[in-house]
DNA sequence: CGAAACAACTTGTATGCACAAGTAATAATT
DNA sequence: AATTATTACTTGTGCATACAAGTTGTTTCG
C-alpha cells in the first residue's frame, strides 16, 4: 500500500465520529450533543481539539452551537445553498411527493450534461433514473441524474429512504454533498417536458444544469432539471 | 449611551482591522497577509487568537490559508454562491459593461419585490436605480435595485467604483454582503424587458428577485433581474 | 554542476490551564 | 407566593507552550 496515508487527526476522528452519530440518528435533529467536557473525557483530549472538531461541523451544516447551552443537531439541508422549490402562496402547507419514473439503470452518459467530465466518469458506466416531483398532485419538476458507476453502485429505487435519493446517501452509504456547480436556463418547454408537466409546449421553463460535489472520492451527481415555476418558483438562499 | 455594549472580543478587532486593510487594498488581492507571529507581534497576542481572527476571515470568504506558505488574500465573490453570467462557450474572453439606464433617486418601494419589507423599510423612503448589463455589446440582463434611504445615503451614479455598486459599498462604505434569499422563475418577456434586452416579447426570460442581508444594520439590498439566458445561462457554485 | 541536506521560515495540531459569559434549575430571601 | 441570589452546568475567549508538517532558499557534498 502506497497512497492513502491517513493522517491521524485526532480531531478529524471525533468528527467523523460524530457525524456518522447524527447521520444515522443516534443524535437526532433537535437534540444536544454531549457537552464538550464528555467528548474530552470520551476521547481523552481536551477542549481546544474536541472545540475544533465541533468548528468542522459547524462550517458543515450538522450542528449549530448555543453558548450556554450546548451544540444543536440541524437539518442539514438549510444550510446548504440548495435550490429549493417553495409553495404557491408562501404559507400555504404544501405536500412534495417524487415519483421515480426511470428507474435506476446503467446506461451511457448523455450529452445533455454541460460539465467536463473526468478521465475516471468517462471511462466508467454511467448510473442513471429520472424522477417527477409533484407539488399538491400537480407535477412540477422533471429531473434526471447520472452518475458513475465505478464510483458507487446501483441503488435500486425501492431502497430510497423515504423516496429521497441524498437522504439514502447520507445515512445508508454515509455520503454528504460538498458543493455544487449550478447553470441556468430559462427556455420554452420541449414536447417531452411538456407531456411530464402537463403543460403546453414552449411555455417557458426553468432549466437547471447541476454538478453535486460529495464527500466520496470521485463521486459526482449529476442532475438535469426542468421546473415549471408558473405556481411554484425556485428558492434558494446563503448565509455565511 | 445605552444600547450598543460592544464586547471587547481581541480576535474580533483583529480580525475587523484586517479586513479593513483587505477592502482598501492595504493588502491586495493575491498578496499574503503579515505571518500569524508577526501579526501577534503588532497586537501583543498569542496565535490561538490571531489564528481565531483569520479563521474568521476564512469563513467570510476574503483569505484562504496555504499550510507553509501564508494567508493569501482572495477576490471574495467567488467564494459567495452569487449568480453570475457565464461566457457563451464557456472558454471565450468576454466583457461585461454595466450601463446605468435609472440613475439612483429617491422613489417609493415597487410592490414587485416579493419579499417582507421590514417596518423599518416600509417606513423609509426608498433608493431606486435601474442597469443594464451588457456582453459582447449585447444586453443580456436588466436590473432593478431597491434599498432603505433610512439604512444607506443616495450614491451618485458618478460614484460608482469601476461601475459597481457592490464594489463601492466594500471599498468606501465597508459594507460587505453577508447573505442572499432568492427567488428564481422562468417567464416570457414583457413588452419592457424585451425592449430593454433587445428581444422578441415572449422569449422565455429568468426572472430573479433577491434580497442582499449586509454587514450593516438594518441595511438590504432588494433586486429585481431579468436574464437573457439565450446565449449567457447564469452561473452559480457553492463549497463548504 | 547537480543533488541532497540543512536552516529558517510558514501554518497545522495538540496539551493544559484560567476565567468570562450565558442558561437553567434550585435555594434563599423578602 | 414572588422575587432574588446562588450554584452548577454549558460554551466563549484567551494565554503560554510544544512539536508536526509544508515551503523556500541556502549551503554543503559528491
Avoid at 179 to 191: D, F, M, N, T, V
Avoid at 221 to 240: A, E, H, K, M, Q
Amino acid at each position: 500500500m502506497k497512497g492513502g496515508k491517513i493522517k491521524s487527526r485526532k480531531y478529524h476522528t471525533i468528527q467523523e465520529y460524530i457525524r456518522k452519530r447524527i447521520q444515522v440518528g443516534t443524535y437526532p435533529v433537535g437534540s444536544y450533543l454531549p457537552s464538550e467536557n464528555e467528548i474530552c473525557g470520551q476521547f481523552s483530549t481536551t477542549r481546544t481539539t474536541v472545540r475544533k472538531a465541533l468548528d468542522e461541523l459547524l462550517k458543515e451544516g450538522f450542528i449549530e452551537k448555543e453558548q450556554g447551552k450546548g451544540s444543536k443537531v440541524v437539518e442539514r439541508r438549510k444550510s446548504l445553498g440548495l435550490l429549493t422549490v417553495k409553495g404557491f402562496s408562501g404559507s400555504i402547507d404544501y405536500e412534495v411527493r417524487t415519483i421515480i419514473t426511470k428507474g435506476p439503470k446503467i446506461t451511457q452518459w448523455d450529452p445533455i450534461i454541460p460539465f467536463t467530465l473526468t478521465e475516471e466518469e468517462k471511462k466508467s458506466d454511467c448510473v442513471y433514473f429520472q424522477r417527477v416531483r409533484h407539488i399538491n398532485d400537480r407535477p412540477v419538476v422533471l429531473e434526471n441524474n447520472w452518475y458513475a458507476n465505478d464510483a458507487l453502485q446501483v441503488i435500486d429505487s425501492e431502497e430510497f429512504i423515504e423516496g429521497s435519493f441524498f437522504k439514502t446517501l447520507s445515512q445508508a452509504y454515509f455520503i454528504e454533498v460538498m458543493g455544487a456547480e449550478q447553470e441556468l436556463r430559462s427556455i420554452p418547454a420541449s414536447q417531452e417536458v411538456a407531456k411530464n408537466l402537463g403543460i403546453q409546449q414552449g411555455i417557458p421553463i426553468l432549466h437547471i444544469s447541476v454538478r453535486f460535489h460529495t464527500s466520496k472520492q470521485g463521486l459526482n451527481l449529476y442532475g438535469d432539471l426542468y421546473c415549471n415555476t408558473t405556481d411554484y418558483p425556485i428558492r434558494n438562499s446563503y448565509f455565511l
